[in-house]
C-alpha cells in the first residue's frame, strides 16, 4: 500500500449546502435527531430496540458479545430472515400487497404479491429438502435478474442454508472458484437470461463450472428463456417441475441470531476473492433499520434498487431491507440503455418508482448520453434519490439532483461495504442538510473515525476511515480463512480498529468526504492527490463523461498521474484537448495535481459492479503482466487499452 498522509488543508471542496424541502421534512421517518440521542446515551440498548423491529421465536439472551474482533449479537435470540420477510406480512394482512413488480429486458413483465411471493419461497425450500439440503449447507445461486433469484435467497434463508450468490455476468472460473470455495451442495440457475439484447447462456456457463466442482449434488434451472439447454439425467432439474409436485408450506427454521445468513464474494489486494460472512439476527436488523431511516420509506413507496442481486446492494436493499419492511419493489433484468437509452426513465414513469437507488458509475453515464433522455418521460412519482458504490463527484451529484429529482428529491449518497451489511454513513433525507459530494455522517448507533497511521482520532482532516465499535450487521468473518479476516480488517492497529481501507477526511461539520480506497492515493512530488479528485475534476470539465486515474512511477516525482478519459459525444480527440484538460485539473485542484499524461478511450476497465479497477490500470500504465481478471466486465477493454497505451 501507498504511503498515505492528509493535510486539513487539502478540504478543497466547495461547501455548497441544500437542504430537504419543508415538505419533505414534515413527512419524513425521521424528523429529529432523537435516534441519535438514544444511540449516544446506550448504544446497545439502542440496537436492542432495533433489533425488537423484527419478529423473534425467542427473545436474545445477551445483545452484544464482543470478543475482538468477533461479534456476536443478540446472541441465544431465534428468528428466521424468510418469516420476517413474508410471513409476518401475510398475518398483517398484506398478502395482497404487490411485493415484486419485474420487468424483463425483453419487455415480459409479471408481478408478485407478498403472497405469491410466499407460495413459492414455501414451495422452492421444500424442494431444496427434498434434495437434501438442510441447514448449514451451503447453496450456490447464479442467476440473472428475475423474481426466482429473490425467491432461490429466502427459500435457502428458510430451511436454514446459507446462500451465496454469484453474479450472473460472472465467468465459469470465477463461479467454480466460488462453488469450490464455499462447498456449495446444490446449484440454482437459469436457462438464460437478456443483456442488451442477447441472451447470457448461464446454464451453459454453469456446466463448464459444473466440471469440477464435486461438492455440488443438485443443479436447479428456472426456465427464463425457450428452455433449450443440456439437462444432465441426475442432476439437472427444472425450476417448475420441482416446484409442481412441492408441498405449499414449509416450516421454517428456528435460527439463532448468529446462524449464517449468507457467504457473499467480494475482491481483495490478492487475486483470490473473500468470502465475506454475514450473520441472520444482526444483519437483518441492521437493514431493516436503514431501509426506513434512510429511504424513508412508506407502505405506499416504488422502491427500485438498480443493483443486482448478485452484489451485496442487491442482498441488503432489494432483498432483505426493503422486504422486511413490506415494501413494493420494480425490478430490472437488463441494461439501461436497451433498446434506448430511456430505459430506466420508462420504467420509474411505468411502476410510479418514487425512491431510485442507484450508482454513480450509472449517473455519469446518463450524464453522458445527455438529459433529453430522461426528459421524455414523467419521473414526476420520484421523491428520493440514492447513491451508491463509490464517491460521487459533486457534478453527478448536483446532475442528478436537477436533471432526475427536478431539485424535488434529495440525494442520499449512502456509504457502505459487502463487510458492513448496511448503510454506515449518509445523510437522513428529512434532518440532515446535504453537501454534494459528501455522503454525510455516521448513522445513529454507528461510531466511525478518521485515524492516522498510528490510529489516532483526527477530529477535522484526511486519514483512513475505521467504524471504531462493533455495528449488528457487521461481518462475522471470512469463510474458512480466519486469518485473513484478522489481517485484512483488523491488522492495521493491532487488532484495535476496524480498517475500512478507505481515505476520507472529515470537515468542520462532521461530514465525511470519501476520497477512494486508500490504496488508490498517489504521491507526486512528496504530495499525496487521491483519483478520486482529479477524477472529480476531470468531470467537471463538459467535455468530460468519465474519468479514470491512476499513479504511475516516475523517476523523479515519484509517481505521475496518469488519466484514462471517456470524452462525451462529439467533443474531438486531440491535443487540444488533452491540454484543456491538464489545465482543468490544474485550475480546480492546482498545479500539482496536473495530470502529465491523459490517454483517451471508449471504455475503462471496470469490476462488474461498475467500479474502476485502478490496480489493473496502473498494471497497464506501468507496463506489468495482468492480474485476476475474472472481475472485468468486457475483458476486451482491458486489451484495447494496453494496446492504445503501449502505441501511444
Ligand atoms: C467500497 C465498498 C456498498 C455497496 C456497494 C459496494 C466504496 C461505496 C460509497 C459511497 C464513497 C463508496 C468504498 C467502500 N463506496 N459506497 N457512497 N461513497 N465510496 O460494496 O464492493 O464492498 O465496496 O465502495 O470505497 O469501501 P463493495
Known sequence: MDEFKFEVDDLYHETRIIHPSALFQNLSNIKDDSLYQKAKADRVAFWEE????????????KALVWQKPYAQWFAGGKLNASYNCLDRHIK??????????????????????????????NKLANCLKSL????????????????EAVFAMLACARIGAIHTVVFGGFSAEALQERINDAQAKLLITADGGWRRGKLVPLKTIADAAL?????????????????RVAMKSGRDHWYHDCLRHAKPYCAPEEMDSEDILYILYTSGTT?????????????????????????DLKANDVFWCTADVGWVTGHSYTVYGPMSNAATQVIYEGAPDFPERDRFWRIIEKYKVSIFYTAPTAIRAFMKWGEQWPKKCNLGSLRLLGSVGEPINPEAWVWYHENIGNYRCPVVDTWWQTETGAIMITTLPGLTPMKPGSAGKPLPGIDAEILNEEGQAIPVGGGFLSL?????????????????????????????????????????D????????????????????STA??????????????AAVVGVKDEVKGQAIVAFVILKEGNPINAQSEEILKEHVSQKIGAIARPSRIIFTADVPKTRSGKIMRRLLRDIAEGRVLGDITTLADPNVVAALKEKYQEA
Open 50 to 61: 432495533c433489533a425488537g423491529k423484527l419478529d423473534w421465536f425467542k427473545p436474545w439472551d
Open 92 to 121: 398483517a394482512n398484506l398478502g395482497n400487497k404487490t411485493a415484486l413488480f419485474w420487468e424483463g429486458e425483453n419487455g415480459d413483465e409479471k408481478s408478485f404479491t407478498y403472497a405469491d411471493c410466499y407460495l413459492e419461497v
Open 132 to 147: 437434501g439440503v438442510a441447514k448449514g449447507d451451503r447453496v450456490a445461486i447464479y442467476m440473472p435478474m428475475i423474481p
Open 211 to 227: 466440471a469440477n466442482t464435486p461438492s455440488i449434488h443438485d443443479v436447479i434451472v428456472v426456465q427464463r428463456a425457450d428452455g
Open 271 to 295: 487475486g483470490k476473492p473473500k468470502g465475506i460472512v454475514h450473520s441472520t439476527g444482526g444483519y437483518l436488523t441492521g437493514v431493516n433499520v436503514t431501509t426506513h431511516w434512510v429511504f
Open 468 to 508: 471504531t465499535s462493533p455495528w449488528p450487521s457487521m461481518l462475522r468473518g471470512i469463510w474458512g480463512d480466519p486469518k485473513r479476516y484478522e489481517q485484512t480488517y483488523w491488522g492495521r492497529w493491532s487488532g484495535k480498529y476496524y480498517f475500512a481501507g478507505d481515505g476520507t477526511k472529515r470537515d468542520k
Open 510 to 529: 462532521g461530514y465525511f468526504w470519501f476520497l477512494g480506497r486508500v490504496d488508490d492515493i498517489m504521491l507526486v512530488a512528496g504530495h499525496n492527490i
Open 533 to 546: 479528485e482529479v477524477e472529480s475534476a476531470l468531470v467537471d470539465n463538459q467535455m468530460v463523461a468519465e
